[in-house]
């Protein structure tokens, strides 16, 4: 006798089926917690992840108009002391009509409008902007031409969505930690 | 042996795949009908175990590889790196590790259980052949292994063991310069270890391809030695086979798991634990406790190329056992005499591994030599002498007959009922 016979008859389930669902509901979580290993290393590892804590910047050195270049989990950030022209510029836009709708004031901390700190990838496909560039004086994608304004929000070309921000803060009016 | 009942597919996708590629019923015909002998004990199991750890230690050694450094610089603190900050990385390096050593310990028992119930004779001597071209692939493959974490352990076992070559007369030195890609073990050495390594276990995979395809061609050896004559003999290797398989699977996995969490580093040598320093040899080498009973016949001879001939010899020697074996009847169970013989050449195998722990001093190399002799002398003196003259016990007429003393087929009444039912 066979133990893959099927019955036909709507019975009742048997022990031995029970038994069966039991032995392979319980094979089932062992292979998954055997293999979970196996997937989970692929995760970032301790250090990778202790490489990628905050990072404190000084914001002293940089003049006004000035754009710098640091990096936070391996990831450009452009820190852009903007000048009153490009914070004006940034301020008197029609949100409504942006593609991506963002008012500079959140993009900015209250208090620090001549602060822009944005990561330095475009949204299209990833490569850096260049700074300082394009017709609102904004950023530049070279790549395909993705233009942004001095709020780092997209306005012409392929890009969705506006220059992605970082989590920061300001430690003191000189000093901000990223991350 | 032919599959009895042919694959009929009920799913309508099986039946399409089927008339493409006929892997359906090849899985089926090989695992789910096969003909398995009814008397088959847990020794049996250990082929299944075989091919379950060679798994593991695939998919442990993929994800190893993706976090170590094959660079003599870095190799060493990459398995610190491992074993401290990649995710479960302690425990996928303690699962290869030790999963080498239970790959062997499985393998050891499988070649016991074949020498013990006569598997290798005919018509199972390219079987047999196949499994002895195995276990040389895996004992390379573990040797390169061991030298990836480039501690004290892993760089004197290289050189130690690449050193062996110039024992071979006229070219023995161009031979281990050659190996070395240098003039000592370096950089070069390392990384064409790593590149093998990888590549060696899906050799094995392909050898293990043709190994249970020659099994499936001659069919299984059985705890009687005879032969299958009829369906009674036998019962499909699914369900029978399979749970039996997955059972000692299960069990086996216990004394893995055992190691794993509890004694990790209890098989391996603390040494390895210190950067390799190429100005420093360690006072006492060993390689792993798989390799110490080979260990201890290379030392056991005084003389250097005749201590590697021997070590070779010792491997060789296995591939002719099908015809060392004078013997006519298969299985120790109806072999008394040999089946002494046998035993005490398991206790002189394990004898040489202890020996391979001890230093080459006194006593341990006395017995080692008198255990290397009785080694040399099983296959080449005892076997082809005790299969002439051993007086044999009658063998049962069928398999059925000798697992339930009747010889009734499958579903008959049974014998008067005892006490109660199950």
Known sequence: MTMMSATESATEPTRRDFLFIATGAAAAVGVIGALWPLVAQMNP???TIAAGAPIEVDLSPIAE????KVFWRSKPIFINHRTKKQITDAQDVDVAKLRDPQPD????KAGHEQWQVLIAICTHLGCIPLADQGPYDGYFCPCHGSVYDTSGRIRQGPAPLNLALPPYEFVSDTKIRIG | MSAHATYQPRNAFMRWLERRLPIGGLVYSSFVVYPTPRNLNYWWTFG???????AVQILTGIVLAMHYMPHVDYAFDSVEHIMRDVNYGWLLRYAHANGASMFFLAAYIHVFRGMYYGSYKEPREVLWILGVIILILMIMTGFMGYVLPWGQMSFWAATVITNLFSAIPVVGEAIVTWLWGGYAVGEPTLNRFYALHYLLPFVIVGVVGLHIWALHVAGQNNPDGIEPQSEHDTV???PYATIKDSFLIIVFCLLFAWFVFYIPNFLGHPDNYIPANRSVTPAH????WYYLPFYAILRAIPNKLLGVIALAASLVVLFFLPWLDTSRVRSARYRPVYRQFFWAFVVVCIGLGWLGSKPPEGNYVLFARIFTVYYFAYFLIILP???R???????PTSIAQAVLGTGLPIGAPAPPPSAHKA
């Open chain 1, 45 to 47: 590892d301790a250090s």
């Open chain 1, 65 to 68: 108009g000035q754009v710098i």
């Open chain 1, 105 to 108: 004031s959140a993009r900015i």
């Open chain 2, 48 to 54: 299944g175990i075989l091919t379950f750890m060679l």
């Open chain 2, 236 to 238: 499909a290797f699914t």
């Open chain 2, 285 to 288: 080498i060993v390689p792993e």
């Open chain 2, 385 to 387: 002498v005790l299969g």
């Open chain 2, 389 to 395: 003259v051993e007086r044999t016990k009658p063998l």
